[in-house]
C-alpha cells in the first residue's frame, strides 16, 4: 500500500506540475539517474563466476525466455489489437517484453525461491534490452495498418519511430555494469551503504522518475484521454496480467528454481517501460501511457497478495 500510495503521489505531482508550468523537455538523462540507481546495485552482487550456473539451470531458464518471450508476447499482441488502440497495444507489448522489474529480486527473497538463479534470469532479461528495444522499434510500422491512427498533438515529432536501440542498452546495462566493477573495486563502503539502504533509495528514485515523466510536456496528452479510453486501457492491461499470472501459476513448478521463474512472469519492469514509452508517447498517442502507468497499481498491488499465497501454500 505505501508503494502505491508513492506512485500515485508521484504521478498526481507530476500532472499537476506539468499542467501548471507546460511540463518539461524530455532529457535522456532520466535514463542515466535509472541506470546508475535502480540497476547498478543489483549488479554489486553479480560475480562473472555465476555464469558457470547457467549449464545446470536451463531448464528454468527456457522456460523464463518462452513463457516471457513467446506466449506473453503473443498474449500482448491478442489483446492489444482487441483493444483497436494503437497506443494501448504498443504499451502491452513493451510490459511484455520487459519481464522481472527492479523489485523482482525482493519478491525472490521473501518467497522462498532460487535467489542465485532469479538474479542469473534477471541479468539475462536486462541483456536482452537491445533486442527487446529493436523489436519494439519496429512494431508501429507493422502495426499502424492495423489500428485506426492515432490522435496525436499537431507538434508531434514521432520520436518513437526513431528510437536508438544502442542508446538504452548502453545506459541501463553497460555503464551500470562498468560502475559497480568500480565501486567494488575501490569503493567497497559504497556497496554497504547500498545494501542498508536500498529500500530507500529504490522508493526515492522510482518517486523522482515518475514525478519527471509524468510532468513531462508529452505526458500532458494524458487530459485530453476520453473515459472510455481509460476504461479499454484498464481492461486490457489487467487481462494481460491475468494472462501473466496464471501462465506463472501453471507452468512454472512449485520448487525453489521455479518460484525464481514465477515472479520473472508475473511481474514487469514497469519503471523502465514508462521510461522507454516517453520516447514513442508522441507516436501512440497519450493512450499508450495508460497500460503502464495502470500496470503500477496492479503489480505492486498483486505481488504482495501473491507472495503471501505462495508462502502459505509452502507452509
Same mark, same amino acid.
Given at each position: 500500500?505505501?508503494? @502505491?500510495?508513492?506512485?500515485?503521489?508521484?504521478?498526481?505531482?507530476?500532472?499537476?506540475?506539468?499542467?501548471?508550468?507546460? %511540463?518539461?523537455? !524530455?532529457? +535522456?538523462?532520466?535514463?542515466?539517474?535509472?541506470?546508475?540507481?535502480?540497476?547498478?546495485?543489483?549488479?554489486?552482487?553479480?560475480?562473472?563466476?555465476?555464469?558457470?550456473?547457467? +549449464?545446470? =539451470?536451463? &531448464?528454468? /531458464?527456457?522456460?523464463?525466455?518462452?513463457?516471457?518471450?513467446?506466449?506473453?508476447?503473443?498474449?500482448?499482441?491478442?489483446?492489444?489489437?482487441?483493444?483497436?488502440?494503437?497506443? @494501448?497495444? #504498443?504499451?502491452?507489448?513493451?510490459?511484455?517484453?520487459?519481464? %522481472?522489474?527492479?523489485?523482482?529480486?525482493?519478491?525472490?527473497?521473501?518467497? #522462498?525461491?532460487?535467489?542465485?538463479?532469479? !538474479?542469473? /534470469?534477471?541479468?539475462?532479461?536486462?541483456?536482452?534490452?537491445?533486442?527487446?528495444?529493436? @523489436?519494439? %522499434?519496429? $512494431?508501429?510500422?507493422?502495426?499502424?495498418?492495423?489500428?485506426?491512427? &492515432?490522435?496525436?498533438?499537431?507538434?508531434?515529432?514521432?520520436?518513437?519511430? =526513431?528510437?536508438?536501440? !544502442?542508446?538504452?542498452?548502453?545506459?541501463?546495462?553497460?555503464? &551500470?555494469?562498468? /560502475?559497480?566493477?568500480?565501486?567494488?573495486?575501490?569503493?567497497?563502503?559504497?556497496? %554497504?551503504?547500498?545494501?542498508?539502504?536500498?529500500?530507500?533509495?529504490?522508493?526515492?528514485?522510482?518517486?523522482? @522518475?515518475?514525478? $519527471?515523466?509524468? +510532468?513531462?510536456?508529452?505526458? =500532458?496528452?494524458?487530459?485530453?484521454?476520453?473515459?472510455?479510453?481509460?476504461?479499454?486501457?484498464?481492461?486490457?492491461?489487467?487481462?494481460? $496480467?491475468?494472462?501473466?499470472?496464471?501462465?506463472?501459476?501453471?507452468?512454472?513448478?512449485?520448487? &525453489?528454481?521455479?518460484?525464481?521463474?514465477?515472479?520473472?512472469?508475473?511481474?514487469?519492469?514497469?519503471?523502465?517501460?514508462?521510461?522507454?514509452?516517453?520516447?514513442?508517447?508522441?507516436?501512440?498517442?497519450?493512450?499508450? /501511457?495508460?497500460?503502464?502507468?495502470?500496470?503500477?497499481?496492479?503489480?505492486?498491488?498483486?505481488? #504482495?497478495?501473491?507472495?503471501?499465497?505462495?508462502?502459505?501454500?509452502?507452509?
Amino acid at each position: 500500500m505505501q508503494q @502505491i500510495i508513492l506512485v500515485l503521489s508521484a504521478v498526481i505531482l507530476g500532472l499537476a506540475f506539468g499542467h501548471l508550468t507546460g %511540463g518539461f523537455a !524530455f532529457s +535522456s538523462a532520466v535514463c542515466l539517474v535509472a541506470g546508475v540507481f535502480l540497476v547498478t546495485p543489483s549488479l554489486f552482487k553479480f560475480r562473472l563466476a555465476d555464469l558457470s550456473l547457467i +549449464s545446470a =539451470q536451463m &531448464p528454468a /531458464i527456457g522456460r523464463n525466455l518462452w513463457i516471457n518471450y513467446l506466449l506473453l508476447v503473443v498474449a500482448a499482441l491478442v489483446i492489444g489489437w482487441l483493444s483497436r488502440d494503437i497506443g @494501448i497495444a #504498443g504499451a502491452l507489448l513493451l510490459l511484455a517484453l520487459l519481464p %522481472g522489474g527492479g523489485m523482482v529480486m525482493m519478491w525472490i527473497k521473501t518467497s #522462498g525461491a532460487n535467489v542465485r538463479l532469479g !538474479f542469473i /534470469i534477471f541479468m539475462l532479461n536486462l541483456g536482452l534490452l537491445l533486442p527487446v528495444t529493436l @523489436i519494439f %522499434g519496429a $512494431y508501429y510500422g507493422l502495426a499502424e495498418g492495423w489500428f485506426p491512427a &492515432p490522435v496525436l498533438p499537431e507538434a508531434s515529432v514521432a520520436s518513437g519511430r =526513431q528510437i536508438m536501440p !544502442f542508446a538504452p542498452f548502453m545506459i541501463l546495462i553497460v555503464i &551500470p555494469f562498468l /560502475i559497480s566493477r568500480a565501486v567494488l573495486a575501490f569503493l567497497p563502503s559504497v556497496v %554497504g551503504f547500498s545494501e542498508r539502504h536500498q529500500p530507500l533509495i529504490s522508493k526515492a528514485t522510482m518517486f523522482g @522518475i515518475v514525478f $519527471y515523466l509524468f +510532468s513531462l510536456t508529452t505526458s =500532458q496528452m494524458l487530459f485530453a484521454v476520453a473515459p472510455a479510453d481509460l476504461l479499454v486501457a484498464l481492461i486490457a492491461t489487467a487481462a494481460f $496480467y491475468l494472462v501473466a499470472v496464471l501462465a506463472a501459476e501453471w507452468l512454472t513448478p512449485a520448487t &525453489p528454481e521455479g518460484r525464481a521463474v514465477y515472479w520473472h512472469v508475473a511481474t514487469r519492469y514497469i519503471t523502465l517501460a514508462l521510461i522507454l514509452a516517453v520516447f514513442s508517447l508522441d507516436t501512440y498517442g497519450a493512450t499508450f /501511457i495508460l497500460p503502464v502507468m495502470i500496470a503500477y497499481f496492479i503489480q505492486i498491488g498483486a505481488a #504482495g497478495w501473491l507472495r503471501t499465497r505462495m508462502l502459505a501454500a509452502q507452509a
